[in-house]
């Protein structure tokens, strides 16, 4: 079910293939294509973090893949490095250390990323190295491309692209907005940009 009934929606519904914080039962699911060196994203990272702690099993958020690699040099290889981390049940560690260390995503931080979460540098280093994931990021990309994407971050709430600001209050009341629209009830601070295609 979608918020509205115009405009952009997901082109992929989520499913088995994606990484998801949250009960698959939750009234509302809010999915954001990022970049792990985009600024705007590193911003987005908190607010998403208050609003699911703000929200609880009312919300299930899944984050997929949109690397800007003309802007963002190391974008691809720390996607495929969170990836890589999800293979061993650690995709959620390794995309917060990502965020919470944008300006350090060069092979070596991965590396030193991979051991700190107790998995095996070689083995990520080498993963990225053949291209082990990168037909996952790609089709995450493709996804959000004909879904709409033309920056990072992007929100879709329950399949609909959310065009507003995305500052905590914001997304909280479009997330609320949702909540009430499929007959479910719940109950500050922060509108930023975005990085283009």
């Given at each position: 079910m979608t918020t509205k009934t115009h405009g952009p929606v997901l082109t992929l519904p989520v499913g088995v293939?994606?990484?998801a914080q949250g009960?698959?039962?939750a009234l509302v699911t809010l999915v954001e294509y990022g970049d792990y060196q985009c600024p705007y994203c590193g911003r987005a990272y908190p607010i998403v973090k208050a609003l699911q702690k703000r929200m609880r099993d009312s919300l299930r958020f899944v984050f997929r893949n949109f690397p800007?690699?003309?802007?963002?040099?190391?974008?691809?290889q720390a996607a495929q490095a969170a990836e890589a981390a999800g293979e061993w049940g650690k995709f959620w560690e390794m995309h917060d250390l990502l965020?919470?260390?944008?300006?350090?995503?060069?092979?070596?931080?991965?590396a030193e990323y991979a051991e700190r979460l107790g998995l095996d540098p070689d083995g990520l280093v080498e993963a990225?190295?053949?291209?082990?994931f990168e037909a996952r990021v790609r089709e995450d990309f493709m996804t959000g491309v004909r879904s709409g994407v033309n920056g990072t971050p992007t929100f879709f709430i329950n399949g609909a692209r959310h065009d507003g600001m995305w500052d905590l209050e914001s997304l909280t009341a479009a997330v609320e907005t949702a909540l009430r629209a499929v007959g479910g009830d719940r109950g500050e601070e922060?509108?930023?940009?975005n990085d283009p295609l």
């Amino acid at each position: 079910m979608t918020t509205k009934t115009h405009g952009p929606v997901l082109t992929l519904p989520v499913g088995v293939r994606d990484h998801a914080q949250g009960p698959e039962t939750a009234l509302v699911t809010l999915v954001e294509y990022g970049d792990y060196q985009c600024p705007y994203c590193g911003r987005a990272y908190p607010i998403v973090k208050a609003l699911q702690k703000r929200m609880r099993d009312s919300l299930r958020f899944v984050f997929r893949n949109f690397p800007i690699t003309a802007l963002h040099p190391h974008a691809e290889q720390a996607a495929q490095a969170a990836e890589a981390a999800g293979e061993w049940g650690k995709f959620w560690e390794m995309h917060d250390l990502l965020f919470e260390h944008q300006r350090a995503l060069g092979m070596r931080h991965l590396a030193e990323y991979a051991e700190r979460l107790g998995l095996d540098p070689d083995g990520l280093v080498e993963a990225i190295e053949r291209g082990t994931f990168e037909a996952r990021v790609r089709e995450d990309f493709m996804t959000g491309v004909r879904s709409g994407v033309n920056g990072t971050p992007t929100f879709f709430i329950n399949g609909a692209r959310h065009d507003g600001m995305w500052d905590l209050e914001s997304l909280t009341a479009a997330v609320e907005t949702a909540l009430r629209a499929v007959g479910g009830d719940r109950g500050e601070e922060g509108g930023f940009g975005n990085d283009p295609l």
